[in-house]
Nanobody, 121 residues
Framework: QVQLVESGGGWVQAGGSLRLSCAAS????????MGWFRQAPGKEREFVAR????????YYVDSVKGRFTISRDNANNMMYLQMNSLKPEDTATYYC??????????????WGQGTQVTVSL
């Protein structure tokens, strides 16, 4: 069983930066991927980025490519999302998730409670 807890959300002006953290309690299997999703008010949850826990291989959706960086610290069971050049359309609740590499992000077994990111003009 893995429990995920996000932190680091907040308010920032457009063009600014935030770093989200996700703390995993319990062992994250090397066969797992972890990633970030977000959900804006009135919209469906969308996948943002993922990282393979073992190799560190990363993938980003086009809307955040070049602006967001996902990373992990295996020794401390932490995952991060560095968000730069933030835009108002990045405003959403951001969720940390984990699941088996073969089916992630289509399916995720573990979810955090979410952290709010608000970007204003």
């Amino acid at each position: 069983q893995v429990q995920l807890v996000e932190s680091g959300g907040g308010w920032v002006q457009a063009g600014g930066s935030l770093r989200l953290s996700c703390a995993a309690s319990g062992r994250v299997s090397s066969a797992y991927a972890m990633g970030w999703f977000r959900q804006a008010p009135g919209k469906e949850r969308e996948f943002v980025a993922r990282i393979w826990w073992s190799s560190g291989n990363t993938y980003y959706v086009d809307s955040v490519k070049g602006r967001f960086t996902i990373s992990r610290d295996n020794a401390n069971n932490m995952m991060y999302l560095q968000m730069n050049s933030l835009k108002p359309e990045d405003t959403a609740t951001y969720y940390c998730a984990a699941g088996k590499i073969l089916t992630f992000p289509r399916t995720a077994e573990y979810w955090g409670q979410g952290t709010q990111v608000t970007v204003s003009l």
